[in-house]
């Protein structure tokens, strides 16, 4: 059974950095794509950024040049570079996994900028 789990989050003000990761553990044969996701009070869990295993990368409009995705995969593991952070990124992030076609999911880390 694959785990993910997450670490990196906190408090920060707007303009400030935080860098996120997510770490898997387990019967782990390959993982195909990495995603980030976020979840704002109130509102639906969105897709923030994408990274393949090939590598290639997708952002949301809203983090383009600000936040960076990056695996290592000798790791298992992903993260999520958050640059130039604004109030409106606070949420909770989450991890997901692609493995063998199936989604697994971390707990989430709260991000919280303050203006």
């Known amino acids: 059974q694959v785990q993910l789990v997450e670490s990196g989050g906190g408090l920060v003000q707007a303009g400030g950095s935080l860098r996120l990761s997510c770490a898997a553990s387990g019967s782990i044969f390959s993982i195909n794509a990495m995603i980030w996701y976020r979840q704002a009070p109130g509102k639906q869990r969105d897709l923030v950024a994408v990274?393949?295993?090939?590598?290639?990368?997708t952002y949301v409009d809203s983090v383009k040049g600000r936040f960076t995705i990056s695996r290592d995969n000798a790791k298992n593991t992903v993260y999520l570079q958050m640059n130039s952070l604004k109030p409106e990124d606070t949420a909770v992030y989450y991890c997901?996994?692609?493995?063998?076609?199936?989604?697994?999911w971390g707990q989430g880390t709260q991000v919280t900028v303050s203006s």
């Open positions: 997901s996994f692609n493995v063998a076609g199936k989604l697994v």
């Open positions: 990274i393949t295993s090939g590598g290639s990368t």
